[in-house]
């Protein structure tokens, strides 16, 4: 069975960083890319980042480049976020997917529960 | 990036009722459209890839069609177990995209 598990979401201060963890399982988590979507309270889904099976490549969205670097262990099974200088508009559910490529974010088949991220003074 | 427009962005229907609602792209995308129930408090689920192929294990209730820039997906009979936000999102060029939702629920 597949399962995702995101950790590491809590209360931040603008300016202030965080690092968001998903411990992945059920599958060989290094054949399949990996992403983050976010969702703003009482908003919709935007897509944050992905990274490659093998770490070799990655994008972010516009509002987050330069700021949030996605990485993987794939001896750990375990995808990251490392969140700096981070706004309130950040503020946001992130979950971590998985996706059935090993490069590209096309679908998203599983998700993972979530983990609140509230930036604020 | 291509932007996606799902109208309605809410609808009340009754149980048993057939519901359809659309999602429009901003360009041409081919069939590269997947369709996404959340319900309150969850994350999101898969439910149609490619316009219009059920994931494994989805009601048959549910179907969705459509190319290039029009799109709809369809409960053929509402269940109150059907009461979710669906989301329509383009992969057909990066960034990936997401609709603003049609949020569903029962009259």
């Known amino acids: 069975e597949v399962k995702l598990v995101e950790s590491g979401g809590g209360l931040a201060q603008p300016g202030g960083s965080l690092r968001l963890s998903c411990a992945a399982s059920?599958?060989?988590?290094?054949?399949?890319?990996m992403t983050w979507v976010r969702q703003a309270p009482g908003k919709g889904l935007e897509w944050v980042s992905v990274?490659?099976?093998?770490?070799?490549?990655?994008d972010y969205t516009d509002s987050v480049k330069g700021r949030f670097t996605i990485s993987r262990d794939n001896s750990k099974n375990t995808l990251y976020l490392q969140m700096n200088s981070l706004r309130a508009e950040d503020t946001a559910v992130y979950y971590c997917?998985?996706?059935?490529?090993?490069?590209?974010?096309?679908?998203?088949?599983?998700w993972g529960q979530g983990t609140l991220v509230t930036v604020s003074s | 990036d291509i932007q996606m427009t799902q109208s309605p962005s809410s609808l009340s229907a009754s149980v048993g009722d057939r519901v359809t609602f659309t999602c429009q792209a901003s360009q041409d995308i081919s069939k590269s459209l997947n369709w996404y129930q959340q319900k309150p408090g969850k994350a999101p689920k898969l439910l149609i890839y490619d316009a219009s192929i059920l994931d494994t294990g989805v009601p048959s209730r549910f179907s969705g069609s459509g190319s290039g820039t029009a799109f709809a997906f369809t409960i053929s009979s509402l269940q109150p177990e059907d009461i979710a936000t669906y989301y329509c999102?383009?992969?057909?060029?990066?960034?990936?995209?997401f609709g603003g939702g049609t949020k569903v629920e029962i009259k």
């Open positions: 997917a998985k996706t059935p490529g090993l490069v590209r974010a096309t679908l998203f088949d599983y």
């Open positions: 059920g599958f060989t988590f290094r054949t399949f890319a």
């Open positions: 990274i490659s099976g093998s770490a070799g490549s990655t």
């Open positions: 999102q383009q992969y057909d060029n990066p960034p990936v995209t």
